[in-house]
């Protein structure tokens, strides 16, 4: 037995959040699809300025993969299926111990749906910024506007990372 019953609310609202976000930047997608130029400005150099075109289909078609695969790949890793295979803890015994590791497995999968989610925000706006510099003429990317979605991203990524750590780090004594 793998000790009491676990309440999955949290990890239940962060999938409804992860699927909330899949659902709305497919809409926008498909939603801006039309409108985009082609071929557009599908990556950019120092100061914002295009180094590469491709098709909008091209650009709609690996964006999506892309997308898809990054969040299925973080936000949808099946840990407690696996039982804690791969998962590198601190404490591991500890943490993956059979009366613990059902709420481990389950704390750790709530968090990287999170992250799974942070990760669908940050490639949606980055979708945004190219479709809104592909807008300008010549097109040009705000990079301003990119640096601060990106810094933004890193530092709930690093705030993710400790507070992981501490979490796990400590083993309550008893």
Do not use: C, K
């Amino acid at each position: 037995m793998s000790g009491p019953p676990q309440d999955d609310a949290p990890l239940r609202i962060a999938r409804a959040m992860f699927w909330a976000v899949m659902a709305a930047a497919a809409l926008y997608v498909v939603r801006a699809y039309p409108a985009l130029p082609d071929p557009l400005a599908s990556t950019f150099g120092a100061g914002g300025r295009p180094t590469g075109w491709m098709s909008r289909r091209a650009f709609v078609t690996i964006f999506g993969a892309v997308y898809l695969f990054t969040s299925a790949a973080v936000g949808l890793l099946p840990l407690r299926r696996m039982r804690g295979a791969g998962l590198n803890l601190p404490h591991r015994e500890y943490w993956l111990s059979p009366e613990r590791i059902e709420h481990t497995l389950l704390s750790v999968q709530t968090q990287l749906t999170w992250i799974g989610t942070a990760t669908q925000v940050l490639m949606l706006t980055v979708f945004r910024m190219t479709e809104t510099a592909n807008r300008l003429d010549p097109p040009r990317l705000e990079m301003a506007g990119f640096w601060i979605v990106f810094l933004g991203y890193m530092i709930f990524i690093v705030a993710w990372t400790i507070h992981l750590l501490r979490r796990f780090s400590r083993v309550p004594h008893a």
